[in-house]
């Protein structure tokens, strides 16, 4: 069982920035691809970025401004020049070197004010 766990949102305004941050209570080795989504309220969740490897692909509404990026301690977004459309419960997912399965963490809230 690979437990993940959210955090660094918050409220911020337009144009600000903030990193959030996903730790995992499996090994960095032992994940394969791993993910942000976010959801708007109202709306259906939404893939933000993805990392597999040494390969980044990003969600059209935010290259340039996000970055995604991995470490032996985590996962990470750096948001940057954020606005109000961005605002969202920011999810981390990861799958394993083996096996098919996503997992999920429960989220993280980020509030863009205008």
């Known amino acids: 069982q690979v437990q993940l766990v959210e955090s660094g949102g918050g409220l911020v305004q337009a144009g600000g920035s903030l990193r959030l941050s996903c730790a995992s209570s499996?090994?960095?080795?032992?994940?394969?691809?791993m993910y942000w989504y976010r959801q708007a309220p109202g709306k259906q969740r939404e893939l933000v970025a993805v990392?597999?490897?040494?390969s980044t692909n990003y969600a059209d509404s935010v290259k340039g401004r996000f970055t995604i990026s991995r470490d032996n301690t985590g996962m990470y977004l750096q948001m940057n020049s954020l606005k109000p459309e961005d605002t969202g419960v920011y999810y981390c997912?990861?799958?394993?070197?083996?096996?098919?399965?996503?997992?999920w963490g429960q989220g993280t809230q980020v509030t863009v004010s205008e």
């Open positions: 990392i597999s490897g040494g």
């Open positions: 997912c990861a799958t394993l070197r083996i096996g098919s399965r996503h997992y």
């Open positions: 499996t090994r960095m080795s032992m994940i394969n691809v």
